[in-house]
């Protein structure tokens, strides 16, 4: 095996170049030599302490509220964890599912920052103990702090007294998603359906939260958010009517 010759300025030096005088008196040699005493300057600027990144951690919270994340940045990301949960499920019931799930962890992410936020904030914050009002809470402020804006209406179901629906006629999250035909009756906004249902778990309103495609003329992306509420919030609603 051949080792690469050391480079000239620190090649070594062999005995047979040097007289035992050169040995015995380093000075006289010129390639070790150190500058004279007169020519170090003494009057040297004291260095300037490294700036350390700022630490996420040690951000205000209450601070960052506008902040803004690149719509293509999150929708490409959106995308990659839609096609890596599909390749393992078996079906569509299944990937909703899943989808459910991730939102749900971020639901709880979004209403303890949101809480944190309205108590640093207010001198008495409040909370609510109406279904209506935290609905509403739902349908402005966790949707303008997840997606840059308000949902687009709020019904309630004619039929069933335990279910209400959130109308999202253009959700972001689905602007840039191309479901094959073969699975139309997916829902990406599965997603959206856990955040919901983490923050009214989180707020005291249990209930089941699923998202429905439900297209309109001018709006082919309409998705309909249901929330259909466990028995315990109605009879809780009913003490508070009498």
Same mark, same amino acid.
């Given at each position: ?17 040097? $007289? ?12 070790? $030599? ?7 300057? +003494? +009057? ?13 951690? !040690? ?24 096609? @890596? ?6 079906? #569509?019931? !299944? ?10 962890? #971020? ?44 949902? =687009? ?8 007294? =335990?279910? @209400?629906?959130?109308? !999202?006629? =253009? ?5 840039? #998603?191309?479901?094959?035909? !073969?699975m139309s009756q997916l829902s990406c906004s599965s ?9 009214l778990d989180g707020l005291g309103f249990p209930a ?15 998705? +309909? ?17 009498s």
């Amino acid at each position: 095996m051949q080792h690469a010759q050391p480079h000239s300025r620190f090649s070594v030096l062999s005995n047979s170049s040097l $007289s035992s005088a050169e040995l015995i008196s380093p000075a006289s040699s010129t390639r070790f $030599s150190l500058p004279s005493a007169p020519s170090i300057n +003494t +009057t040297l600027a004291t260095p300037k302490p490294a700036l350390s990144r700022p630490n996420i951690y !040690d951000r205000n919270l209450s601070k960052t509220r506008t902040a803004e994340v690149s719509a293509s940045a999150f929708a490409f990301l959106f995308s990659e964890v839609v096609q @890596y949960t599909q390749k393992r499920v078996s079906g #569509i019931n !299944d990937l909703e599912r899943r989808l459910n799930t991730l939102g749900y962890r #971020i639901g709880t992410r979004v209403l303890e920052l949101m809480a944190w936020r309205a108590e640093s904030g207010s001198k008495a914050p409040k909370r609510e103990v109406r279904f209506l009002p935290a609905l509403m809470s739902i349908h402005t402020q966790v949707w303008k702090a997840v997606f840059g804006k308000p949902a =687009d209406a709020i019904e309630k179901s004619v039929s069933n007294e =335990d279910e @209400y629906m959130i109308i !999202d006629n =253009d959700p972001s999250i689905e602007r840039h #998603i191309s479901v094959p035909r !073969d699975m139309s009756q997916l829902s990406c906004s599965s997603f959206t359906a856990g955040i919901v249902e983490a923050v009214l778990d989180g707020l005291g309103f249990p209930a089941r939260v699923t998202a429905h495609n439900t297209p309109v003329q001018g709006h082919p992306s309409r998705t +309909t958010i249901l929330i259909k509420l466990e028995k315990s919030v109605l009879e809780r609603e009913e003490v508070f009517k009498s």
